[in-house]
């Protein structure tokens, strides 16, 4: 075959639509589960599963900002945590507190985001370790605060972020809330991190932080915010899990690792420059199908974290094999 016919080839393949892999492996595990349970074909099945998955793909989406940006959030699960016990702690029986103590945990998010940020930026801790402080204070500020074991309860005005359906609604007969909080904040993260000057600054970072800051790229101030969006999404999906787990002194307990996971898997690279929000979403959505794959065979819970180590191994191994294939 000549040189040209060798250039038109490549061109015709660089034309093809790529199909990031991880939307194939979800629609082929979705398929899995319906041949195990056919009812998860039925409006009760798929909303219960996108409502189970929803504060983990919440979670995964904010994580990716931090991800593409070059570093890990590894205190989004103490956040989680946190988030649901504070939130107990502080409304003490009262459902009128409701909104004020949401609103608080928001800002206690932004916060823990911020000095996340400013420890990474300023004094030059890397992020795995500064996270991992992080993570050790805000479980130990839990425990503390609730004095080893959660008091009181979350009112039903808490709960309704999480537990509860809309009755008859066309074509899908039920929607939970979860659900629509969870296309709402999917699409505003898209937006910010593939639609905004923000977003391809994050990108910039992740691929070569020298060559952003040449370019004018304010780094730690795009770090910092990329730090806060982890961490809101975070306390976003503490709200939701209270919602309808409860209050537990482990509710966020692994959420970090799942989440990077769940990036990993969307095609997220962990040296940074490259990610996607609705694959990260995607990514969480697989993890969740393997997880009730599993359940519907009748394994038990070791299996799962055994195999969420293997897929978070494989997936870093094959982006690592990737990026040096590529020299990107």
């Known amino acids: 075959m000549s040189e040209a016919a060798l250039s038109r080839s490549e061109k015709k393949k660089r034309r093809l639509p790529q199909i990031n892999p991880v939307y194939i492996v979800l629609a082929v595990l979705l398929i899995a589960i319906v041949i195990q349970n056919v009812s998860f074909l039925e409006p009760q099945g798929y909303m219960n599963f996108l409502k189970r998955s929803a504060p983990l793909a919440i979670l995964a989406a904010g994580s990716v900002f931090v991800i593409v940006a070059g570093g890990f959030d590894l205190s989004v699960g103490a956040l989680i945590t946190l988030t649901v016990i504070g939130s107990s702690m502080l409304l003490n029986n009262n459902p009128d507190a409701t909104w004020w103590v949401i609103?608080?945990?928001?800002?206690?998010?932004?916060?823990?985001?911020?000095?996340?940020?400013?420890?990474?930026?300023?004094?030059?801790?890397?992020?795995?370790?500064?996270?991992?402080?992080?993570?050790?204070?805000?479980?130990?500020?839990a425990l503390m605060w609730s004095g080893g074991s959660p008091r009181g309860y979350l009112p039903d005005s808490f709960r309704f972020f999480g537990r509860f359906n809309f009755q008859d609604v066309p074509i899908f007969q039920l929607l939970p809330v979860a659900v629509i909080i969870l296309i709402v904040l999917g699409f505003a993260l898209y937006w910010l991190m593939h639609r905004t000057n923000f977003g391809r600054m994050v990108h910039a970072i992740g691929d070569n932080p020298r060559a952003a800051q040449l370019a004018g790229v304010p780094v730690e101030r795009v770090r910092i915010l990329a730090f806060v969006v982890s961490s809101v999404s975070a306390v976003i999906a503490g709200v939701m899990l209270g919602g309808f787990a409860g209050v537990s002194t482990d509710v966020g307990s692994g959420?970090?690792?799942?989440?990077?996971?769940?990036?990993?898997?969307?095609?997220?690279?962990?040296?940074?420059?490259?990610?996607?929000?609705?694959?990260?979403?995607?990514?969480?959505?697989?993890?969740?199908?393997?997880?009730?794959l599993l359940n519907f065979l009748g394994l038990p819970k070791p299996v799962r974290d055994v195999v969420q180590g293997v897929i978070l191994i494989a997936a870093v191994a094959l982006a690592m094999y990737r990026r040096k294939k590529t020299g990107r």
């Open 103 to 141: 609103l608080l945990m928001l800002g206690l998010g932004v916060l823990v985001g911020c000095i996340n940020g400013l420890i990474v930026c300023y004094l030059r801790v890397p992020s795995l370790i500064a996270t991992l402080g992080m993570m050790i204070t805000l479980n130990g500020a």
């Open 255 to 292: 959420y970090e690792l799942q989440a990077i996971t769940a990036a990993v898997l969307g095609g997220a690279q962990l040296l940074g420059g490259r990610g996607s929000v609705p694959a990260a979403i995607a990514g969480a959505l697989t993890l969740q199908a393997i997880f009730t």
